[in-house]
């Protein structure tokens, strides 16, 4: 008989992609997913040591959802969902937690198994951690080949090759600096004038209009299709990434980077300076360099340059859980 999984999806979409990824490994046969979709409110900023094991933070609705019989498994997707999955273990001691990324040291030993990148190392430590490369993530030859179906034809008449600009940006309390999206469009110029062809740029949230405006000026000129914060269209990212000939990221994001590296395709990373990216974002981006799966943007070698591996570590925490 099927065990039964909760898992808690809130609303940042790098977490839900890892949570779909690790999702989409498990054996069938073996999982049955139940998605419990989680809505904050105000006083989902605490920190979790005064949330505790707790459902505060987050909506009556939210509430409703977590409720008896309770599962055999909670997958918890990030520090804020850790309390959510805490409460449920207080209730259900049977239940067994699976968190990931590091939910901060209080309450950490609830949980049966803690994933957490090796550029967080510098966290506290417990035996239940297991360390991987980047992120897990859905970006297989299946959501590939399902992507590109639903949306070549979209693309077809912009001039080859085509490169996927995909835009990040502020980080916390650190927002995208304009001399940094400066830097960046400058980089992609470069790049195009090497290897020709058009874009297809998106951008997030978190980039900022500001860093977006400038961004998108220094654009101008080049053959492209773009889908920017507050578009009303269907998101292409699926189609940006399937359809795309190489593909650009901004390195504040563990979750995109590692997608991209999904396609097999290259990979060019941007890292701005100390002003936005934090010593475990470069550290993350050199982790990628250092298994050759991206290199640096403005590199001398990036028009040529061809990936040698790719970072998915989704099986490897199926085949983890599957072991609790």
């Known amino acids: 008989m099927a065990k039964i999984l909760w898992t808690l999806m809130d609303d940042r979409r790098g977490s839900v992609s890892q949570a779909l990824g690790v999702i989409g490994a498990l054996d069938e046969s073996k999982f049955s997913v139940v998605e419990k979709n989680i809505v904050y409110n105000r006083w989902a900023a605490l920190p979790n040591f005064i949330r505790g094991a707790s459902l505060l933070g987050i ?5 409703a959802e977590i409720s008896a019989p309770y599962p ?72 590939l080949d399902k992507a590109r179906t639903e949306w070549q034809n979209e693309f077809a008449s912009l001039p080859r090759p085509l490169t996927a600009v995909i835009v990040g940006g502020a980080i916390k309390k ?29 951008t997030s949230r978190r980039t900022g209009e500001e860093a977006q405006n400038i961004i998108m000026n220094e654009l101008q000129g080049i053959p492209q299709y773009a889908y920017l914060w507050g578009d009303t269209r269907k998101n292409p990212y699926s189609g940006f990434l399937a359809c795309a000939d190489n593909i650009v990221v901004t390195g504040d994001s563990v979750s995109m980077c590692c997608e991209a590296t999904g396609t097999g395709k290259p990979l060019y990373l941007f890292i701005g300076s100390n002003n936005w990216m934090t010593p475990k974002h470069f550290r993350f981006v050199q982790s990628m360099l250092d298994k050759k799966c991206a290199v640096l943007l403005d590199d001398d070698t990036a028009a040529t340059f061809q990936p040698q591996s790719k970072l998915n570590s989704a099986s490897e925490i199926a ?6």
């Open 59 to 63: 909506t009556e609705e939210s509430k």
């Open 72 to 143: 055999d498994y909670v997958l918890s997707i990030s520090r804020r969902t850790a309390p959510i999955a805490r409460y449920i273990k207080k209730q259900s001691p049977q239940t067994k937690l699976i968190q990931l990324m590091h939910p901060g040291n209080s309450g950490l030993n609830d949980f049966s198994l803690v994933v957490v990148p090796e550029h967080d190392k510098n966290k506290k430590y417990t035996a239940n951690i297991h360390y991987i490369v980047g992120c897990p993530h859905r970006v297989t030859k299946e959501y």
């Open 174 to 202: 650190r927002p995208f600096p304009p001399q940094d999206a400066l830097k960046f469009a400058e980089a992609i110029c470069r790049l195009k004038k090497q290897i020709g062809g058009s874009i297809l740029i998106t």
């Open 319 to 324: 085949e983890l859980i599957e072991k609790l």
